[in-house]
């Protein structure tokens, strides 16, 4: 009879589906802590390890499209805390977690800040390199941003005096370690932009722990490195050391001596090679010189042994005689002129009308006063007036003849 009334037995299908169930409403939302173990990654991208503590563990699956959404990926012996669906595997009625969410225990909670952080910043383009802007080849003025009592300040004011001491430097201090450090460092960021002294701004600290440079990480202080009206240089740390402020900024150094190094022309470079070029010309001039001295010497040997002297002295000789040839032309021109006028001068004397007179010839004018060259010219009677050498007569024609 007993048997009769016994409950019916569950097959074992049954039984995993019922603490499937069980498991799966009343362990809803909660987070498990432990260490990774058996870590495995398949081909598909599931995740498959075991979280375990010092007594005992548990299986975990996490899924690609979960793994995909990790800041940081899962590593062998990494301390992390999960949450999802505690389960059950009915197949093998194994016990499972299948992990919807992980986050980091201590360090590993900083890091995914950072990569969530990242992440977020990068999404609105803070980090875009067509936001980057060059630095001025030649700054008028440097602001730097960093502790007075940092090791940094000492590293780039020495470097920069040492490249560009001409170069005026402005310090804008600022706490870069500890609580509420990020704020006055942004604050600092604004202060430089609102003085609008600095062509190029530095932000900068000396290398330390994650903790240590965590400032550097800080939303309220990449925002204001984005936001700098002023060219910025970010150089925190050391070479391995990247945060969020060194992508923010418009150059990353790997060190705050290599911020001073790239923000700034090294000008002593530039005077030693004014020097240089100044050496070169001097060289050149020199040689041009001497050059030019040794073709005037040469010209001056050729001078000499042309002996210019007796060249000069032949040509005063040839113009003394051209001189004094010319001065004879002009003497025996001249006395052939006045011969030749003495001659003209006695032709016209020898034919003059009074010289002719002189020589016993007479001129005869008519009444009229005209010159009576013929007999028949005049009648008997008329009055007439000879002309003679010396003197007149005045006349009265008796009588004509032809002979």
């Known amino acids: 009879m007993t048997e009769l009334f016994a409950p019916a037995a569950l097959t074992v299908s049954e039984l995993n589906a019922l603490a499937r169930e069980l498991l799966e409403s009343r362990f809803a939302g909660l987070w498990v802590a ?4 058996n870590l495995t990654r398949a081909a598909s991208g599931h995740y498959y390890f075991s979280l375990k503590d010092g007594a005992a563990q548990v299986r975990c699956v996490m899924f690609k499209f979960a793994a995909q959404r990790l800041a ?27 992990v919807a969410q992980v986050r980091q225990v201590g360090l590993g909670q900083l890091y995914e800040r950072y990569e969530r952080l990242k992440q977020a910043l990068q999404a609105e383009g803070l980090f875009d390199a067509a936001r980057k802007r060059p630095l001025p080849a030649r700054p008028r003025c440097i602001g730097i941003v960093t502790s007075l009592a940092a090791a940094a300040l000492r590293d780039v004011v020495s470097t920069l005096r040492r490249r ?34 600095a062509d190029v701004l530095i932000v900068c600290r000396g ?10 990480n800080e939303e309220v202080l990449v925002r204001a490195v984005a936001a700098s009206p002023i060219p910025l240089v970010s150089g925190v740390g050391h ?60 010209l001056d040997h050729r001078i000499n042994q042309q ?19 010319m001065r004879r032309a002009v003497i025996f021109r001249q006395r052939q002129e006045q011969n030749r006028l003495h001659h003209l001068m006695q032709t016209v004397h020898n034919l003059s009308p009074l010289n002719i007179l002189k020589r016993g010839y007479a001129v005869t004018y008519d009444s009229a006063g005209k010159v009576v060259s013929r007999s028949d010219a005049v009648q008997p009677g008329e009055k007439i007036t000879v002309r003679l050498g010396v003197g007149r007569l005045y006349c009265t024609v008796n009588r004509r003849g032809k002979t």
Request: aromatic share 6%; glycine share 6%; with cysteine.
């Open 164 to 197: 560009a001491p001409e170069i005026p430097l402005v310090v804008y201090p600022a706490a870069v370690q500890g609580a509420g450090s990020e704020r006055t460092l942004a604050a600092a960021v604004q202060a430089a932009a609102e003085h609008n002294q």
């Open 72 to 98: 940081v990926p899962l590593q062998e012996g990494a301390h992390i805390e999960v949450a999802g669906k505690i389960s059950l595997y009915e197949a093998r009625g194994e016990f499972q977690i299948t």
């Open 307 to 325: 002996q210019p002297a007796r060249y000069f002295e032949r040509i005063r000789q040839r113009l003394d005689e051209l001189d004094a040839r």
């Open 34 to 37: 432990g260490e990774v173990s």
């Open 207 to 216: 290398g330390g722990s994650i903790e240590d440079l965590w400032a550097f």
């Open 239 to 298: 070479e391995t050391d990247f945060t969020l402020c060194d992508f923010a900024a418009d150059l990353r150094a790997p060190t705050p001596t290599a911020a001073a190094e790239q923000s700034c022309p090294d000008l002593s470079g530039e005077a030693q090679r004014l020097h240089r070029l100044g050496e070169q010309l001097h060289r050149a001039v020199t040689r041009q010189m001497e050059r030019a001295r040794m073709r005037l010497d040469h």
